[in-house]
Structures are given as C-alpha cells and as structure tokens.
Nanobody, 127 residues
C-alpha cells in the first residue's frame, strides 16, 4: 500500500520559516518526480514546486521562487523516499493545506501528472 505522509506544518508569523517533509512508503519513487501543491480555502489546488527523480531538475511557481526550496532523499534500499520543502520569508498568502505528490515522469506542474497524494499538512502564516 502506497502512502505519502506529510509533516512539518504549523502556525508561523510572517517572515518566518517552516520545513515540510513527505515520507513515501509502499513503493519506490526514486525513478519518479515528486512535488508539492497547496490549496487555500475557497481556491483551487495549485502547484508549488517539483523535483526530478535524481534532483537535477526543479520547477517552482513564480509566487514562491527565491523563497522556497525543494529537495529529496532517495532511499538506497528502496524502502522510502522523502521530499522536503524549505519555506522561508513566509507570507500570509502562503496559508494553505500543502500536499505532497509523487509519480510524475518529470518535474511537472500539472496535478494530473501525479499518481499519488498525501493527506496534506496545514500551514498558517499570521500577519
């Protein structure tokens, strides 16, 4: 059974930082891209960042470029893959539920490209 479990969300003041983690288990994603999306109340889910299978390519939404950094660890024993999202200089408009995604062939921005999703972690940025 494939599972993606996010952690690291919380409440932070504007200008602060958070680091999200997503641990994947049940199959290996070392040959697949992984990414982060977010959904704010009343809005559609939007792309945040994605990373290629071997970390040589990353893609970011314009709204987070220069503030967020995506990275990943590929488990050598294929038991787990972990993707991270370092979020700095957070703004109130970054408030959303953040979802981890896996399974795309490249670091795609379209959520339809991803086969597996986590349950999400809440990030709240106060002004």
């Amino acid at each position: 059974q494939v599972q993606l479990v996010e952690s690291g969300g919380g409440l932070v003041q504007a200008g602060g930082s958070l680091r999200l983690s997503c641990a994947a288990s049940g199959r290996t994603f070392s040959s697949r891209a992984m990414g982060w999306f977010r959904q704010a109340p009343g809005k559609v889910r939007e792309f945040v960042a994605a990373i290629s299978r071997n970390s040589d390519g990353t893609t970011y939404a314009d709204s987070v470029k220069g503030r967020f950094t995506i990275s990943r660890d590929n488990a050598r024993d294929n038991a787990k893959n972990t993707v991270y999202l370092q979020m700095n200089s957070l703004k109130p408009e970054d408030t959303a539920i953040y979802y981890c995604a896996a399974g795309a062939t490249t670091q795609a921005m379209a959520f339809a490209e991803y086969d597996y999703w986590g349950q999400g972690t809440q990030v709240t940025v106060s002004s």
